[in-house]
């Protein structure tokens, strides 16, 4: 093809581009976006946006933007025009309008990794039907009667591994008492089995690749995660088949209490669907919660008075415990942990395990006077309101006893509304975590047995930093004594 041919060839699709980007400048010059920055070309503000920064402040991108276009601008993120919210009210509208206004939409590669059934990336009728069941699983009932038992169980066992004096990765620790809980849940699996090794091996390679830039060629770790992936499911996908034939032989119901068991006796998902809800259960169950644990070690570590109010808390339940002849926590012991939940509360405030959601808007939407464009992304970053000054007094301040007045922060002006209403942790609306429970009675008993047993401090010094996911990069090092109650 000659040079005259290849131009006459290419004209028309340069025309309709240059005529597309023109209506729709046209079009944004006629809405009232948020003030705000494109950044470069294709990726935009996004290197300023993800670099790490200390997990209780908002980071220098935000706060340079927050205080220069205010709580609502716009930006260019991850290849897409973008609202970023920093704002308290718009981060509840955006959230409670979930399917009318704005839908869920993570990142291609999230989707690539975690599955295209998973949780995270569905959105319509078959979110709603897997959401049913990883409530069912989770629900009020299962925690008291199943998982309040097997939560002590796996708590008891890490803690049981620590010696006096002795020094480790706190974070190492959270997260096998999180994943040895979520395995044995998921799929009956029992803590040290070499299967169970085997798997947490693979995860680790696994988690690596969903947190790190989706390059998918040889040696990165998005390639490396791809492949953990691939074996893991077919970890997965051996047990449903055991599962199978054990029902075959036995001739009848066979019932496992574990998701899996539950999934392949009660829904109609395919393999492919079990296989990726039990992949995000995992990933979901088991990142967040261990983190929080870290943290909540870490903050405690620096607030020994927060200490002392903990220890004579659990130090009632146990002492009650023994007088009635008990031994294993029950529902009860854990509704009289009051202050511990204010550590929870105050934990999870402060750390942000989860810094913001993604979501895209639906509709042209208008809010306080702005335009937010159908099909931009929009981000609620639920960090920024959580250590928001005008909310929180000394929002970098480890402060559990804020908590205190029923449950909810005191505003720092006194007068507005309760923040209680703009702490959302776990998000919000029809896509709050289905987990939140499970994590908090996770936290609370973890709690209730560390301070009864342990005292700690920092081995080394070491914090907990924003890469946006939460990680303490030394693993929050450790040095523990056991003390008799
Ligand atoms: C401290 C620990 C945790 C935090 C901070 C946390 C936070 C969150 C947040 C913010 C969301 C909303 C995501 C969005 O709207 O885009 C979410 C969703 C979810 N979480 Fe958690 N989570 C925690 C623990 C858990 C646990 C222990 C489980 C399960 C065992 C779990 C399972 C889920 C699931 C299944 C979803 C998706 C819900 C849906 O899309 O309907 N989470 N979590």
Same mark, same amino acid.
């Given at each position: 093809m000659s040079d005259s041919e290849l131009i006459l060839c290419l004209l028309p699709s340069v025309i309709a581009l240059l005529l597309f980007s023109v209506l729709i400048h046209r079009r944004q010059t006629h809405l009232n976006l948020p003030p705000g920055l494109s950044g470069w070309?294709?990726? =935009?503000? !996004?290197? =300023?946006?993800?670099?790490?920064?200390?997990? @209780? @402040?908002?980071?220098?991108f935000m706060e340079q933007h927050v205080a220069r276009f205010g709580k609502i601008y716009r930006s260019n993120l991850f290849g897409e025009p973008t609202i970023v919210s920093a704002d308290a009210g718009l981060n509840r509208f955006i959230l409670q309008n979930e399917g009318r206004l704005f839908e869920c939409s993570y990142p291609r590669s999230i989707g690539g990794i975690l599955g295209k059934w998973s949780m995270l990336v569905l959105v319509g009728d078959m979110h709603r039907d897997m959401r049913t069941i990883s409530l069912n699983f989770l629900s009020h009932g299962r925690l008291r009667t199943h998982l309040l038992r097997e939560v002590e169980k796996n708590t008891l066992l890490v803690l049981g591994s620590w010696r006096d004096n002795s020094t480790f990765s706190a974070q190492d620790e959270a997260k096998k008492f999180t994943f040895n809980l979520m395995a044995k849940h998921i799929m009956s699996l029992d803590p040290g089995e070499p299967e169970t090794e085997q798997l947490k091996k693979e995860y680790v390679t696994f988690m690596k690749g969903v947190v790190s830039p989706p390059l998918n060629f040889p040696g990165t770790a998005y390639w490396k995660a791809l492949r953990s992936r691939s074996t893991i499911l077919k970890f997965i996908e051996r047990k449903m088949e055991e599962r199978i034939e054990r029902k075959k032989e036995a001739g009848e119901r066979v019932e496992d209490d574990d998701l899996l068991g539950w999934v392949l006796e009660y829904s109609n998902l395919s393999t492919e669907q079990i296989l990726d809800l039990i992949l995000s259960l995992l990933f979901a169950g088991h990142? !967040?919660?261990?983190?929080?644990?870290?943290?909540?070690?870490?903050f405690l570590e620096g607030c020994p008075r927060a200490i002392d109010q903990l220890r004579e808390e659990h130090l009632d339940i146990? %002492?009650?415990?023994?007088?009635?002849?008990? +031994?294993? #926590?029950?529902w009860e012991d854990y509704k009289k942990m009051e202050f511990t939940q204010c550590v929870i509360s105050e !934990?999870?405030?402060? =750390? $942000?395990?989860?810094?913001?959601?993604? %979501?895209?808007? #639906?509709?042209?939407? %208008?809010?306080?006077?702005?335009?937010?464009?159908?099909?931009?992304?929009?981000?609620?970053?639920?960090?920024?309101?959580?250590?928001?000054?005008?909310?929180?007094?000394?929002?970098?301040?480890? $402060?559990? *006893?804020? *908590?205190? $007045?029923n449950g909810r922060a005191s505003s720092s002006s006194g007068t507005g509304p309760s923040t209680g $209403?703009?702490?959302?942790?776990?998000?919000?609306?029809?896509?709050?975590? +289905? =987990?939140?429970? #499970?994590?908090?009675?996770?936290?609370?008993?973890?709690?209730?047995? #560390?301070?009864?047993?342990?005292?700690?401090?920092?081995?080394?010094?070491?914090e907990a930093f924003a890469f946006p996911f939460v990680d303490f990069p030394k693993g929050l090092p450790i040095r523990v004594f056991s003390h008799s109650q």
């Open positions: 070309p294709f990726i =935009g503000e !996004t290197i =300023g946006y993800l670099q790490p920064y200390s997990a @209780t @402040t908002i980071g220098h990142e !967040t919660s261990s983190v929080a644990i870290a943290l909540a070690i870490f146990a %002492r009650a415990k023994r007088e009635a002849g008990e +031994t294993e #926590l029950n !934990t999870l405030r402060l =750390g $942000n395990v989860v810094r913001f959601l993604h %979501r895209k808007a #639906l509709k042209d939407v %208008r809010y306080q006077g702005y335009d937010i464009p159908c099909g931009w992304k929009v981000l609620p970053v639920i960090a920024a309101v959580h250590l928001d000054p005008h909310l929180f007094d000394q929002p970098q301040h480890f $402060n559990p *006893w804020r *908590w205190q $007045n $209403n703009y702490f959302m942790p776990f998000g919000g609306g029809p896509r709050l975590c +289905t =987990g939140s429970e #499970l994590a908090k009675l996770e936290m609370a008993v973890f709690i209730h047995h #560390l301070v009864l047993n342990f005292s700690w401090e920092l081995a080394d010094s070491d």
